[in-house]
């Protein structure tokens, strides 16, 4: 089985600062690593994905993610916030090789961007 | 294209009724997924559906689940008898395939309330 941990519920930040959402996870097998977005009232978009290769993963809308095996951890960061970006944010994986692909999710942060 | 649509997007039901959810993936896609997103539970997988092979109901929290995919498209979610823990919003995905790098795409939930 595995699990995702989202340390933070609420992350508030300020417009044009930069913000960190942290994620880890514990997996007896290796994992794809996913980070979605879900604006008030929509469904999930999906901002990147880290499936292999070079560890640096960039998104949508200017985000990016760092995959370290080490630490089991796949945080996001945007190096400047718009207001827009005002949503909450899940972290998520698949088991490699495992039937039926089901994503796993965090608990979710909410990230409240203050102008 | 059109997206993964859902209907109704806000169902209130009394306590002990039967609902059904509805699911429209995009066309050409194989593999439709259900999850729930509550308060307590945070987004959990409920079934996966993929072409003609038996579904993943590993997810499903009691028998009073089921759900059915007609023609391998369109798919229902049933819950019968529900109770106030089956509020929630209920998602569906679609893919492409079941492969684990396809992106899945969410539709923006059903709402469901029960008295």
């Known amino acids: 089985a595995q699990s995702v941990t989202q340390l933070d519920s609420q992350v508030p930040v300020f417009e044009e600062a930069p913000v960190e959402l942290r994620c880890n996870y514990s997996?007896?097998?290796?994992?794809?690593l996913f980070w979605y977005v879900q604006y008030p009232n929509q469904g999930l978009q999906l901002l990147l994905k880290?499936?292999?290769?070079?560890?640096l993963v960039k998104g949508i809308n200017g985000f990016e993610a760092e995959f370290n095996k080490s630490q089991t951890s796949f945080h996001l960061r945007k190096p400047s916030v718009h207001i827009s970006d005002t949503a909450e944010y899940f972290c998520?994986?698949?088991?490699?090789?495992?039937?039926?692909?089901?994503?796993?999710f965090g608990g979710g942060t909410r990230v409240l961007v203050k102008p | 294209g059109a997206g993964v649509s859902q209907s109704p997007s806000n169902k209130v039901t009394e306590k002990g009724k039967d609902v059904e959810l509805r699911c429209d993936p995009i066309?050409?896609?194989?593999?439709l997924y259900w999850y729930r997103q509550s308060l307590g539970q945070g987004l959990e997988f409920l079934i996966y559906?993929?072409?003609?092979?038996?579904?993943?109901k590993s997810g499903l929290p009691s028998d009073r689940f089921s759900a059915e995919r007609t023609g391998g498209s369109v798919s229902t979610l049933t819950i019968q008898r529900t109770q106030q823990e089956d509020s929630a919003v209920y998602l569906c995905?679609?893919?492409?395939?079941?492969?684990?790098?396809?992106?899945?795409?969410f539709g923006p939930g059903t709402r469901l309330t029960v008295l």
């Open positions: 997996s007896s097998v290796s994992v794809y």
């Open positions: 880290y499936l292999s290769g070079s560890t």
């Open positions: 066309s050409g896609h194989t593999a």
């Open positions: 559906f993929q072409g003609n092979s038996a579904p993943d």
């Open positions: 995905a679609s893919s492409r395939t079941s492969g684990s790098i396809d992106e899945q795409f």
């Open positions: 998520a994986v698949i088991q490699i090789k495992a039937a039926g692909n089901k994503l796993t």
